[in-house]
């Protein structure tokens, strides 16, 4: 079962995906928090946005996009009204999350049992739902979660233990932005300890280094990648690393997106075609490039299909 922002639909019905990006991320965390705590919207800020945003999903929608998936958390903004109201009216899916939810300056306030704590609220996300919405009940698809650069920190250590007490209790997957290469055996050396299934964690932004090495390491214990920065100037790098894939057999574990900002991009002359271009430019260079159609297809379709399946 995947859950989009309109209710639960089969993993069939998501078509092609593009598994990471943002409609609109918010740095005012407390405006992010009202609308996550208190369910409070502000339809005129909306209003602003769903106008800037919907050409351009109505582009995704004419070049073959049926599912998108949000990954700004609730504490990066995630607008569940605004998520509805342009799902509803393009007749594409949008996947929500869970996750980062509170600054991580509360665990250094309260550090004990932090993890318990925060996984209980994850849990309760998706077994009451997000919010409701024209009597719709929103549950999130997924577990979001950012680790600082630097290392792997006490609190990112907390977060990623929450969401593996959550991930076992709920089946959502865990979505993971991890920069920095070095720190994934850290990273996988938890989740081990914490008995999550490899199949439920995402790598993402592997290809930001592009660690050709690490992503061997990562895949081969079962885990998931996501190539998910195919941005205008990147085609090439990325083509090259989804050659990588099929040469080392792990197409099968690869999800891919675009991780531009809707907002952000809809105030550019050609937001929407840079938008539109995973579909229309990307995908058409990389079968005139060797790639067999049926891979790309598969690794846009298939794959986000297993990956968000609860």
Known sequence: MIYTVRGPIDKTQMGRTLSH???DW???????SRMYFGKQYDEDYNQKIFDKVLPIIS??????????????????????KLLYDLSFKTNINIIASTGINITKYAYHIFPEKFEEQLAKKWIQDFEEGLDVIDNVCIKPGHIKLLLERGGVNNVDKAMLKAAAIACKA?????????LEA???PKVMKILEKMEVPPHKFVWAHADYESNREMILEVVKKGYWIGFDTIQAGKYEERKELIDHALEHNYSHQV????DYDFY???KKKDGIERYCAFFNVFVPYCI???IPQDVIESMIVDNPARFYDI
Request: proline residues 4%; charged residues 15%; aromatic residues 4%.
């Open 264 to 266: 952000a991009e809809s």
């Open 170 to 178: 709920t089946g959502m997957s865990i979505h993971c932005h991890v």
């Open 26 to 32: 918010i740095f005012d965390q407390n405006f992010a």
């Open 182 to 184: 070095e720190h994934m």
């Open 59 to 80: 582009g995704l929608r004419e070049a073959g996009c049926q599912t998108i998936v949000e990954a700004s958390p609730p504490l990066g903004g995630q607008n569940l």
């Open 21 to 23: 990006e943002h409609l």
């Open 255 to 258: 999800i891919l997106s675009e």
């Open 288 to 290: 005139e490039n060797g």
